[in-house]
């Protein structure tokens, strides 16, 4: 008998947050981002995509004309409120644990949905998926069970008559495309009129789309690949859209990556993508009033002043959540600008290719308002501290101010600041997150300092103080820890093999930091200098927990030793059967201890051998899996919140299910407006009820599951306006 929704997200039958670094899962994503990367560049679907999918220009162009609100076609119609606006959703990074893609699918699903401060927004009669809709690997099953099942039981009628478009993100490319395009792109089989998705249908019929709206407003999604290049089968599709624009038309681009973002936090060319999609219809001077795109968990918005053009990342659809304290106040942006050469041409550059005629120029664009760039670590704190205590200025929100307005100096970033910084501490607890890989570290824990006490026992280092650790007239802890760099010295001169471990887990550390922020020599140097202190405090650690186990094991093994010895006495007063056994195990020890211990210098005691063979590798693996996975934690805390670095592994591990955001974009005549929305927790399973069974669901979107109070929808900031503008021509 099938469980009943609600009976399966309790009993753990459904997606959990995907964990990272489970050693498995690492494994296989290593080999197929290795594969995807090599038939990415050898059999590029989007080149596919357009051979099979042969029709005139002026067919490819009008596919997703929703200009004419009265079409008599209904595959191009889509509805307007009451006032004439039309609206669209935007949702991205959705398909990881089923709870927080369930709730978001939830939302999106409604008719309406009351937001604090912004009162009650309709729902989008579009649909964008902005990349990434799978976890961690786009293949069939993994869409079913990560995208299908939580957008299916949100939202179950049986006429789906809202549209849905979607581009790839790296997750999506992981299989080449493959599943992305089956799912997505059916409509290009001339038999079928699209998949469906909950009550969305999909419209489009290659990974690329350009849709035009009512009033001259357009939306274009690229398809960037592993954020690299257009093919060049999008790059004439979007040429060839861009001819039908001019002047007086409004454009919002949607990427699958904040490339603005890379260019600045990783040192990537966003020239590639970024550069190419604007400069096609810059030539056109199409305005260009918005960049979105997902990627990072985050909702992040950039504005520049100079250029009127706002930069949004909102990759808040259900993926673990990204930080937002690693993020500049200010930052420049490379936007494509005429040469003096070309000022003379036509707009339409006849002939011309993207980035003919056209040169980058940098232009400053800021988090929030009125900030200037931080000119180092020092002045980024006292702003971020700045932006922390603006909450506690104002006073508490009352039942009568959830209609008013956002201060408009708020941080535009969700979640703050000052909280992204506190939850980073989180990864201090790294071990309890992510046991396979701790227990990795505590594996390598035990090999390295294996060896060395092998080499110890084999050669005598330390003159025996190792050995007699803790024993009755033996050596302290203290006194042998003092020496240990010496003897560690003298164990590498001895043994190759442990020069390689060391030597092979410095070279790991050092290429492992992520100082790819740093020009130069200083990335270098960074790289040294914060790879050597995390190597230092690994063996560090390490050599001190080695010493402590072995202090223990030679605490434990006395009263052992007296016990076997009782036993082997006492032998005697058993039956024949069970004196034979003991005879049979205890006397090679007893006679080897004795012949030991007759000779001079040798303290030897077998029964230690064995009690440290056994509890050796035991109590180094667990201990080193809880010291020396918190020190990995503890490196990504220090470096996230000193250096801006690991941001994205450093969560990844937390696998954090809250701060959730999506944007409801409204279009009119003389403006378009964008409502940030987050959703500050997600729901629990014991937040939700089945739907009644034999009655009327009491939600038009029919859920399986409904929250069991109204889940919480408020604005991250201030509605974003973007006003039409006039153009005049002279």
């Given at each position: 008998?099938?469980l ?11 997606p ?14 290593g ?22 999918d ?10 997703y004309d ?15 409120d ?47 998926m ?5 976890y ?18 949100a ?7 809202r549209?849905?478009f979607?581009?790839?993100?790296n997750?999506d ?6 599943a ?26 290659r ?10 407003w357009?939306?274009w ?23 039908q ?14 490339s ?7 040192g ?11 400069t ?12 979105i795109?997902?990627?990072w ?12 053009i ?47 005629g ?21 002045e980024q ?45 989180g990864?201090?607890?790294?071990p309890?997150?992510?046991p ?9 824990y ?16 330390s ?21 240990m760099?010496?003897?560690?010295v ?44 995390h ?12 010493l ?16 076997l ?25 007893q ?17 230690r ?10 109590l ?6 809880l010291i ?12 996230g ?9 450093s ?7 809250n ?7 409204k ?7 964008i409502?940030p ?5 997600v ?6 009820m ?39 021509y002279e």
């Open positions: 008998m099938e009943s929704p609600l009976r399966q997200l309790r009993l753990g039958r459904l959990k947050m995907v964990s990272w670094y489970d050693p498995r899962l690492l494994a296989r994503i080999v197929r981002t290795i594969i995807s990367s090599v038939f990415g560049q050898y059999a590029d679907q989007r080149l596919i995509q357009a051979v099979t042969p029709c005139d220009d002026a067919v490819l162009c009008g596919r929703y200009s004419d609100l009265s079409s008599p076609d209904p595959d191009k119609r889509i509805a307007a009451g006032d004439g606006a039309v609206w669209v959703d935007y949702v991205a990074d959705v398909g990881d644990g089923f709870e927080s893609t369930y709730a978001m699918a939830y939302l999106l699903a409604q008719d309406s949905l009351e937001v604090r401060q912004a009162g009650r927004l309709r729902h989008g009669e579009i649909l964008i902005g990349g990434d809709q799978c961690p690997q786009a293949t069939r099953e993994e869409y079913k069970k990560r995208l299908g099942t939580p957008f299916n039981w939202f179950s009628v049986p006429a789906p008559d549209k849905l979607a581009i790839p993100g997750h490319w992981y299989d080449g495309l493959a992305f395009d089956s799912l997505f792109c059916s409509s290009r089989d001339r038999s079928a009129k699209g998949n469906v998705i909950g009550g969305w249908r999909c419209q489009q019929h990974s690329y789309w350009a849709i035009k709206l009512p009033h001259k357009w939306m999604g690229a398809d960037i690949q592993f954020s690299k290049y257009l093919d060049s089968s999008q790059v004439s599709y979007f040429e060839m859209v861009a001819s624009m001019g002047p007086e038309d409004n454009l919002i681009i949607c990427l699958a990556e904040p603005w973002l890379l260019a600045d936090f990783a990537e060319d966003e020239e590639e993508n970024f550069f190419k999609i604007t096609i219809a810059r030539q056109r001077e199409v305005r260009i009033c918005a960049v795109a997902g990627d968990h985050h909702y992040a918005h950039y504005f520049a002043h100079e250029l009127g706002h930069f949004i990342t909102s990759g808040g659809g259900g993926a673990f959540l990204h930080p937002t304290h690693v993020l500049k106040n200010a930052i420049s942006v490379r936007w494509p600008e005429r040469t003096d050469e070309a000022q003379d041409h036509a707009p339409d550059t006849t002939g011309a290719r993207p980035g003919e056209w040169k980058a120029k940098q232009y400053d664009i800021h988090l929030k308002r009125n900030t200037k760039a931080a000119e180092g670590v020092v704190a006292v702003q971020d501290v700045q932006d922390a205590l603006t909450p506690f200025q104002s006073a508490p929100l009352s039942p009568r101010r959830r209609r008013q307005p956002l201060k408009p100096q708020a941080p535009k970033c969700f979640p703050e600041k000052s909280k992204s910084y506190l939850l980073s501490l990864n201090v607890l790294f309890f997150y992510n396979g890989f701790a227990v990795g570290v505590g594996l390598l035990w090999l390295v300092t294996w060896e060395f006490q092998t080499l110890v026992t084999r050669h005598g280092i003159g025996g103080k190792i050995d007699t650790l803790g024993l009755e007239g033996g050596s302290t802890f203290r006194e042998v820890l003092a020496f760099p010496l003897y560690l003298q164990a590498m001169i001895a043994s190759i093999s442990l020069v390689v471990m060391l030597g092979g887990l410095y070279a790991t550390l050092v290429w492992y930091v992520d100082a790819v922020e740093y020009p130069g020599p200083r990335r270098y140097l960074t790289k040294f200098f914060v790879g050597s202190g190597f230092l405090s690994h063996l560090t650690a390490m050599f001190t927990l080695s402590l186990v072995v202090m223990l094991n030679n605490w434990m093994t006395p009263p052992i030793e007296r016990a010895d009782a036993v082997y006495e006492a032998r005697k007063d058993q039956t024949p059967m069970v004196k034979e056994v003991i005879e049979e195990s205890l006397k090679p020890l006679q080897k201890r004795d012949k030991d211990s007759s000779q001079e210098g040798k303290r030897q005691r077998p029964v051998e064995i009690v440290g063979f056994m509890s050796y590798p035991t180094m693996i667990g201990l080193g899996a020396g996975g918190s020190l990995w934690g503890l490196y990504w805390v220090l470096t919140v000193f250096a801006r670095m690991h941001a994205g592994e969560f990844a591990a937390l696998r954090i299910k701060y959730k955001n999506f944007l409801r974009i279009v009119e005549k003389d403006k378009l407006t409502y929305l987050a959703v500050d927790k729901p629990g399973a014991d937040h939700w089945n739907a009644p069974r034999g009655k009327a669901n009491p939600m038009p979107n029919n859920p399986k599951l409904i929250a069991v109070t109204p889940i919480d929808v408020r604005l991250i900031e201030n509605p974003i306006e973007i006003p039409k503008e006039e153009v005049i």
